[in-house]
T-cell receptor, first 111, second 116 residues
Framework: SQQGEEDPQALSIQEGENATMNCSYKTSINNLQWYRQNSGRGLVHLILIRSNEREKHSGRLRVTLDTSKKSSSLLITASRAADTASYFCATDMEYGNKLVFGAGTILRVKS | GAGVSQSPRYKVAKRGQDVALRCDPISGHVSLFWYQQALGQGPEFLTYFQNEAQLDKSGLPSDRFFAERPEGSVSTLKIQRTQQEDSAVYLC??????????????FGNGTRLTVT
């Protein structure tokens, strides 16, 4: 079973626009991570936010975490065609040494 | 440096055949994970090794699935008597840490298994 659920399932935007993806989860966590997966490839780690952090930035990425609502959002600013990929949130639960992934958001950036 | 390497990249098996999927983690990485990713879904946890010890196999879907890491480096995921529902991408990931706490996973490109 999957702990996280991403919203929306698919998102199509124009190059230069911002893309926002949301993730909800069910149990207490140590951290929440976002990964990108290009078609036919493995997952690439983007950013990790700890349970005691509320916001984190990395380049064009901004992640927020609201532990009271058990939700996170990933914002990609000034999107590029190369950002086209699937994006997954993953939670490192408080109990258990593994990452649990959501179903992902498919992002398409049109040039 | 070299990343996580998986082989083969693609595998087609007839229903009932046995298959073996290989994972070469990043050198020195202690922890190794296997995930199964069905089409259009997120990765689902299968099993986890710390060095040669298999500490969690709670995600293996049936006793047809078996994983090993005998020398604490290379790992093999074996599926016996493959069924069509086993068709998926099998991802391997590694970490330099014993405990995953606040650290990311490094993934290979996966093996796409198609059972006909």
């Amino acid at each position: 079973s999957q702990q996280g659920e991403e919203d929306p399932q698919a998102l199509s935007i124009q190059e230069g626009e911002n893309a926002t993806m949301n993730c909800s989860y069910k149990t207490s966590i140590n951290n929440l991570q976002w990964y990108r997966q290009n078609s036919g490839r493995g997952l690439v780690h983007l950013i990790l936010i700890r349970s005691n952090e509320r916001e984190k930035h990395s380049g064009r990425l901004r992640v927020t975490l609201d532990t009271s609502k058990k939700s996170s959002s990933l914002l990609i600013t000034a999107s590029r065609a190369a950002d086209t990929a699937s994006y997954f949130c993953a939670t490192d639960m408080e109990y258990g040494n593994k990452l649990v992934f959501g179903a992902g958001t498919i992002l398409r950036v049109k040039s | 440096g070299a990343g996580v390497s998986q082989s083969p990249r693609y595998k087609v098996a007839k229903r009932g055949q046995d298959v073996a999927l290989r994972c070469d983690p990043i050198s020195g990485h202690v922890s190794l994970f296997w995930y199964q990713q069905a089409l259009g879904q997120g990765p689902e946890f299968l099993t986890y090794f710390q060095n040669e010890a298999q500490l969690d196999k709670s995600g293996l879907p049936s006793d047809r699935f078996f994983a090993e890491r005998p020398e604490g480096s290379v790992s093999t995921l074996k599926i016996q008597r493959t069924q069509q529902e086993d068709s998926a991408v099998y991802l391997c990931a590694s970490s330099p840490y014993r405990v995953l706490y606040n650290s990311p996973l490094h993934f290979g490109n996966g093996t796409r298994l198609t059972v006909t």
